[in-house]
Nanobody, 121 residues
């Protein structure tokens, strides 16, 4: 089991930026970010592989969000720019061993506790 701890969530104005961090007991081959707004299902945001050669982004955040990792620090990050009120949600870090169906939350083995991001208009 992989332990994941997110941080970096905050209240920010629309158009602003945040960087979320996720520190892991170990980094799996695939690390992903999801979010869940009240009353909505958990939604895929971004994922990448250990080498960083493969990544995937939800259409809603492509060009605004960037996933990266520091293998030496067992950390993965989500840089979020040009934030919008509709980005308001709890953001979760997750990990899995294989790339297939990377957008499906049900395929991830381990999850963090989440960090709240609130974007005001």
């Amino acid at each position: 089991q992989v332990e994941l701890v997110e941080s970096g969530g905050a209240l920010v104005q629309a158009g602003g930026s945040l960087r979320l961090s996720c520190v892991a007991s170990r980094l799996e081959y695939v690390m992903g970010w999801f979010r869940q707004a009240p009353g909505k299902e958990r939604e895929f945001m971004a994922a990448d592989t250990k080498t960083g050669r493969i990544s995937d982004y939800a259409d809603s955040v492509k060009g605004r969000f960037t996933i990266s990792r520091d293998n030496g620090k067992n950390a993965v990050y989500l840089q979020m720019n040009s934030l919008k009120p509709e980005d308001t949600a709890v953001y979760y870090c997750a990990s899995k061993a294989t790339w297939g169906t990377v957008r499906d939350a049900n395929t991830y083995a381990d999850w963090g506790q989440g960090t709240q991001v609130t974007v005001s208009s």
